[in-house]
């Protein structure tokens, strides 16, 4: 699999990567430190997050290729991914599309950026019920 951020995105997100930064792919199913609810709706529910390098997130346990670089992901979930991704930035809307060659797979990415202060400790681990 391979993710690319067109021209536009890489500079959406140019301010927030550093050299030590790890890119997160997240299906929203409620597994792992950055779903409180999961995805109960069955809509797609992607999240690019980006997190320190040392940053330990088990839970992540694959990744793809970009052109930024790796990008991890929790293996599991490659079903709700495609082969070749592209992540847009729609400067009208401000928003981040994630599309393949077959569909639109979300409208807008949501981005999140825990660089500093994150902890797995602190992330909520609970279960939850739809």
């Known amino acids: 699999m391979k993710l690319t951020f067109t021209p536009q995105a890489q500079q959406r997100l140019q301010k927030y990567l550093q050299p030590d930064s ?5 299906f929203d199913d409620g597994v792992g430190p950055f779903s409180k609810l999961g995805n109960c709706s069955l809509d797609a529910n992607f999240k690019l997050i980006i997190v320190s390098k040392d940053a330990k997130l088990p839970d992540f ?3 793809l290729s970009s052109n930024l670089g790796p990008v991890w992901y929790k293996d599991y979930t490659a079903p709700q991914l495609d082969e070749k991704m592209e992540v847009r930035f729609n400067q009208t809307y401000f928003t981040m599309p994630l599309v393949s060659e077959q569909r639109t797979m979300t409208d807008n ?3 999140l950026d825990l ?3 994150f902890s797995t400790e602190s992330a909520f681990n609970g279960a939850h019920d739809c």
Do not use: C, V
């Open 22 to 26: 790890k890119l997160i792919l997240d």
């Open 61 to 63: 346990n694959a990744q």
């Open 109 to 111: 990415l949501e981005f």
């Open 115 to 117: 660089q500093e202060g």
